[in-house]
């Protein structure tokens, strides 16, 4: 019996520490890695524009899709570092994801698109506030992630990425309800629908969060 409580020992590994401060460092981590990969990689999705002529809204959308995951897989690599443990990732984790980049990337692209037609150009100072929008939905698609492939005791810091992402992705989205006062613009058409989408996503991810909250 001894020799089989020590074997258990030895296999089983330190646990992790779980206090609320270990969360806490896992968020700031992974938000910081987020920063530094959204930064990091317009470098490459530069080059790759220059290099294939491609349409400068096409670049933009790998950018963001390119984001969204790398962020993810950053947060990963956050957990094994301050929560001293790799986190075993549901399918669904992965589809919230996964679904998050794609719905980010297709913002980013047609807004930029939009703006090229009704401005000349995609600099985003022309349509702000709704050029972060792309943002929060990556964001809110990284917390929900962690929120999913979290242990129990560590999901309140995600959490709060949630709520924050999507308390902004409503303040933008009613940001823009005056300018339909007057209708829809011929031309505002597949911007809505990305806008649209954005929308749904943020409702459906957070009631997924909020169901995996209640799983121990």
């Known amino acids: 019996m001894g020799m089989q409580a020590d074997s258990r020992n030895m296999t089983a590994g330190p646990m992790p520490n779980r206090s609320w401060g270990v969360s806490l460092a896992w968020a700031a981590v992974s938000l910081l890695g987020a920063l530094v990969t959204l930064a990091a990689l317009a470098w490459p999705i530069g080059r790759l524009e220059e290099t294939t002529a491609w349409p400068h809204t096409i670049s933009l959308g790998i950018w963001a899709f390119a984001w969204v995951l790398t962020s993810g897989l950053v947060a990963l690599a956050a957990a094994r570092l301050t929560l001293g443990q790799w986190l075993q990732v549901r399918t669904l984790a992965w589809l919230v994801l996964l679904l998050g980049a794609i719905v980010s990337a297709a913002q980013l692209a047609v807004l930029s698109d939009w703006a090229m037609g009704r401005f000349g150009d995609s600099y985003l100072e022309y349509t702000f506030p709704t050029s972060l929008f792309f943002v929060v939905v990556g964001a809110l698609a990284v917390a929900a992630f962690g929120i999913q492939a979290a242990p129990s005791w560590a999901r309140w810091s995600p959490l709060v990425g949630l709520i924050v992402s999507a308390v902004i992705g409503v303040s933008i989205i009613g940001s823009n309800l005056p300018g339909l006062a ?35």
């Open 182 to 216: 007057n209708g829809l613009a011929a031309d505002s058409g597949p911007l809505a629908a990305a806008t649209a989408a954005g929308v749904a996503y943020i409702v459906i991810v957070v009631f997924a969060s909020l169901a995996r909250l209640r799983d121990s």
